[in-house]
């Protein structure tokens, strides 16, 4: 359809644009992907084209529609306990560990997208206080990061349908920490959800306020970036990091850029980062 397409000039632009404002590299070849995510803008705005959708975010012209297409290029889909070894890691080390500390604990899951990652850690602390009811005396807090409001929003609600549910979380879990809402959705229950606080934040920009970290989890988000963005991005959170802290990366991230930053840590399962001391 004519209306889809648009000039090499134009997508040049776009990504200069998508760069520039939240960090994220799209590429060579991903047109598709704009196809894929913009087009339905195009009803929505009532606009002529894709090309007219573009060059609108791009000139900031229309700041909701601008707001919109920055929401859906920095949407990803994501999965309950992802690589598992992380939420394993977690509860049989991690969590023990932090809680001999005796103080308040605060995980960082930053780029939370649609809110499995926050989740999930927060399943791994509500399982852990059912084996151990005295533990974490002191507080256990998740801030739950990204730059979509709309995703947030989403992450708030905590409302997954069958096809969400089915990627990554068991039936055990499912009757324990959810309940059918009048959608006929699944919803998060009450207790899970108060241990999280979603918050806007562009990985762009400083973190300062968001306080120290125990344990980040900035998992499959790096990938998105340019190199001089990511080194950035991990001095700024090796900024918020103790020396006993903990990094979790995607399996197909690493450090090696960042001049001996961050040493790693092999565990059983997997293996995780702390800032070089």
């Known amino acids: 359809m004519q209306n889809r397409e648009f000039s090499d000039a134009t997508y040049r632009d776009f990504c200069q644009f998508l760069e520039k404002n939240c960090g994220i590299v799209l590429g060579d070849s991903k047109q598709y992907l704009v ?17 007219t959708v573009l060059q609108t975010a791009i000139r900031g012209s229309n700041r909701q529609l601008q707001n919109k297409v920055i929401d859906a290029m920095t949407t990803n889909e994501t999965l309950w306990f992802r690589d598992n070894y992380p939420y394993e890691l977690l509860a049989k080390e991690i969590l023990p560990k932090l809680d001999a500390l005796n103080k308040p604990i605060t995980v960082w899951s930053a780029a939370c997208s649609s809110g499995q990652e926050p989740y999930s850690i927060a399943i791994c602390y509500k ?17 739950a990061t990204d730059l979509s409001s709309e995703m947030l929003a989403n992450c708030k609600e ?34 899970l959800k108060q241990l999280i606080s979603f918050q806007p934040l562009n990985l762009m920009h400083s973190y300062q306020s ?12 790096l990938i998105y970036f340019s190199t001089d963005v990511k080194r950035k991005i991990l001095q700024q959170i090796a900024d918020r990091m103790t020396p006993d802290s903990i990094l979790f990366l995607g399996a197909s991230e690493s450090v090696s850029f960042t001049e001996n930053l961050f040493t790693m840590v092999k565990a059983s399962p997997g293996l995780y980062y702390q800032v070089s001391k």
């Open 210 to 221: 968001l306080g120290k970290f125990d344990v980040v989890f900035c998992r499959n988000v």
């Open 35 to 51: 196809r894929s995510r913009l087009f339905p803008f195009i009803e929505e705005f009532n606009l002529k084209d894709l090309t």
């Open 158 to 191: 905590g409302s997954y349908d069958d096809h969400a549910l089915a990627r990554g979380m068991n039936k055990i879990r499912l009757d324990k920490f959810f309940h059918v809402n009048g959608k006929g959705k699944h919803q998060v229950n009450d207790d």
């Open 127 to 143: 399982e852990y206080k059912e084996k151990y009811p005295n533990g974490f005396r002191h507080g256990f807090k998740i801030i």
